[in-house]
């Protein structure tokens, strides 16, 4: 299992619809994504416009597979709230108890 953590900071005032942009028009985009697994949003309680979404793919190459064909289409979608681009960093899932997965395999 692959993960994508992408890292936003909203502008002032606008956490709220970025938080609805992300569940009303990304998640359904994330759905429709061949690999897509999961994605677990977080708000941070210190600084609440700092945003970090993680999402789980299938694959390495499925998650590329989106970055490459609709990450752009993504951010433009967020520009607007986002007070400057997102971060993203990926990482192979050694453990999960969630997926009930154990180190380098697949659920």
């Known amino acids: 299992m692959y993960t994508r953590m992408v890292e936003v900071t909203a502008k002032p ?12 028009t990304v998640l359904r985009k994330l759905r429709s994504q061949p690999g897509f697994i999961d994605l677990v949003g977080l708000v941070s309680e210190r600084n609440r416009s700092r945003l970090v979404a993680i999402s ?14 609709h990450f752009r289409e993504i951010a433009d979608m967020i520009r607007p709230c986002m007070d400057k681009e997102p971060t993203v960093d990926t990482f192979q899932v050694d453990t999960s108890t969630f997926h009930h997965i154990a180190a380098g395999k697949a659920a």
């Open 13 to 24: 005032g606008k956490t709220d619809q970025l938080l609805e942009t992300m569940k009303d």
């Open 56 to 69: 789980f793919w299938d694959s390495k190459e499925s998650a590329e597979r989106y970055h490459n064909e």
